[in-house]
């Protein structure tokens, strides 16, 4: 099964600082898509942003981009001009070109402090 | 538009007891999933179907079984409730064709307590 992995349990960021979520992985695949959702204190799962394997450029929304970097298998998420409601445990998920499964990392819970 | 409903969103349970988890979508999304959410675990899989008539296990299946008769529903059943079973509950859904960066989408959750 593959596995990710978010080795950050917590952060915290100034408001209308940047701050930057890790996330890696493990697959021996080529072709997958990689997906950042947010989980505010409401408890609902929000996607943020999605990444297709294939593509060189990195997904951007809003103020929320990736770096996807494929050899490295890393695929971490920047959060510019943080935000009171950017408060949330955040989640990085795998989902397999050739099946419906996602893998879903521990999570990294955010914390923006005013 | 509904998506993903879980219901219910609360629930205490005594040791030994049993109930049955419902989720509905009204996406037509082959594939459903129930997850459970404990703290530092991040959401684990626990049963999935792609399509109706067709489940399987996931990475933690113990103590819950599932159906999918048809493609709107994806009932999660617990026969004997443990307190181990203490969670939040997700059932989820996606499309599910080939090459498919659909994401997947939630329900709200349930956060059941076992006494």
């Known amino acids: 099964a593959q596995t990710v992995t978010q080795s950050q349990p917590e952060m915290s960021v100034q408001e209308a600082e940047t701050v930057t979520l890790s996330c890696t992985y493990d697959?021996?695949?080529?072709?997958?898509?990689l997906f950042w959702y947010k989980q505010p204190p409401s408890r609902q799962m929000i996607l943020v942003i999605r990444q297709e394997a294939y593509k060189q450029q990195n997904a951007t929304e809003n103020r929320f981009s990736v770096n996807f970097q494929k050899a490295a298998k890393s695929f971490s998420l920047k959060i510019s001009d943080s935000q009171l409601g950017d408060a949330a445990m955040y989640f990085c998920?795998?989902?397999?070109?050739?099946?419906?499964?996602?893998?879903f990392g521990t999570g990294t819970s955010l914390t923006v402090i005013p | 538009n509904a998506g993903v409903t879980q219901t219910p969103k609360f629930q205490v349970l005594k040791t030994g007891q049993s109930m049955t988890l419902q989720c509905a979508q009204d996406?037509?999304?082959?594939?459903m999933s129930w997850y459970r959410q404990d703290p530092g675990m991040g959401l684990r899989l626990i049963h999935y179907?792609?399509?109706?008539?067709?489940?399987d296990q996931g990475e933690v299946p113990n103590g819950y079984n599932v159906s999918r008769s048809t493609t709107e529903d994806f009932p999660l059943r617990l026969l004997s409730a443990a307190p181990s079973q203490t969670s939040v509950y997700f059932c989820?859904?996606?499309?599910?064709?080939?090459?498919?960066?659909?994401?997947?989408?939630f329900g709200d959750g349930t956060r059941l307590s076992i006494l």
């Open positions: 697959t021996s695949e080529s072709d997958y898509y």
């Open positions: 179907s792609v399509g109706a008539g067709i489940t």
């Open positions: 998920a795998y989902r397999r070109n050739t099946g419906n499964q996602f893998y």
């Open positions: 989820a859904s996606s499309y599910s064709g080939w090459g498919s960066n659909q994401p997947q989408h």
């Open positions: 996406m037509n999304h082959e594939y």
